[in-house]
DNA sequence: CTCGATCCCTGGACGC
DNA sequence: TGCGTCCAGGGATCGA
């Protein structure tokens, strides 16, 4: 599941590989993941990749101004979203195509570039000028150049629980449900603990757990939890230093007491029940106000 | 603003 | 071997 070090794995590989390179051609397979398929026909060929970049959870391949043309669609970049199985590969246009390839882009040095997916839980898009930067406006900080108190500022004003906060693109881009709770874990933090009610100390801790695991998943490039592979076709290997995600049952790496999973903003979270204290319940004002009318009716 | 629920999709794990 | 069932999850969307 590529989450923020995954993407920068494949965007470090990706530029290596296909900075400078031409698109000649474009096959389309299955189309449903793809914002206008028309235009990725229309716009891709003839364009060169400038530069490959990672933007949260996207990977952004800045295309090559066309010569001849006015600049108000000079920036372009293909948007690709690698959802949970997405990969995008450069073979040789012998190699065998894999199952569930959906998209090929014929390089001009014998190559092609190749999006497989599974699951087509990603996404694709070809987007220029003020779209371009409209859709970019979208998403949060990046956590890795994010400030401590823009940071907090981001968390402490807010009534949702810290893990839904961290998932959320909009708040921090490129944190998923992995690292976010490896890094809960690291600060001591329960997942279902809402945002604004984090000690500054917390919020702090969490900053740089979050900075750090980060860091070091990238430079181990990424988790492998099943299928990820970078652009070179690689496993990464940090999902050998998993503290806390996929866990359930087994020993806390700091207190031994077994972990446990339970379900927050959706997904599966991973947490050690002593290290990181649940929160006091807290009865919803609706809730509350529901047992107030019962009582009175007795 | 925030929540949960639902949907999208396929492969892998598991039970029989 | 072959079913059927459940689950994984990022993000969009909808209703509360």
Known sequence: MPELPEVETVARGLQRELA????????????????????????LPGRTIARVERYGKFLLLRLGVVEGTNTSDGEAALLVHLGMTGMLIPKAVRELQAKHTHVVMLLDDGRELRYIDPR???????LAGKVLSGELQRFGADPLEVSLEEFARRIQGRKARIKALLLDQSVLRGVGNIYADESLWKAKIHPARLGGRLKQ??????????????????????????????????????????????????????????????????????????????????????????????????
Not at 232 to 240: D, I, M, N, V
């Open 120 to 126: 087509r839980f990603g996404r694709m898009a070809y």
């Open 201 to 298: 100390a917390e919020v702090k801790a969490l900053y740089t757990a979050l900075q750090k695991i980060l860091r070091k998943a990238i430079l181990l490039r990424g988790s492998s939890i099943s299928d990820f592979r970078d652009a070179q076709g690689l496993p990464g290997e940090y999902q050998q230093h998993h503290r806390a995600y996929g866990r359930e049952g087994k020993p806390c790496f700091r207190c031994k007491t077994a972990l446990r999973r339970m379900m927050v903003a959706g997904r599966s979270s991973y947490f050690c029940p002593h290290c990181q204290r649940a929160p006091r319940l807290r009865k919803r004002t609706g809730e509350l106000k529901r047992r107030m009318k019962r009582n009175a009716k007795k």
């Open 20 to 43: 400078g390179r031409r698109i000649l051609g474009i096959t389309l397979g299955k189309t449903d993941f793809i914002d206008n398929p028309e235009a990725l026909e229309s716009e």
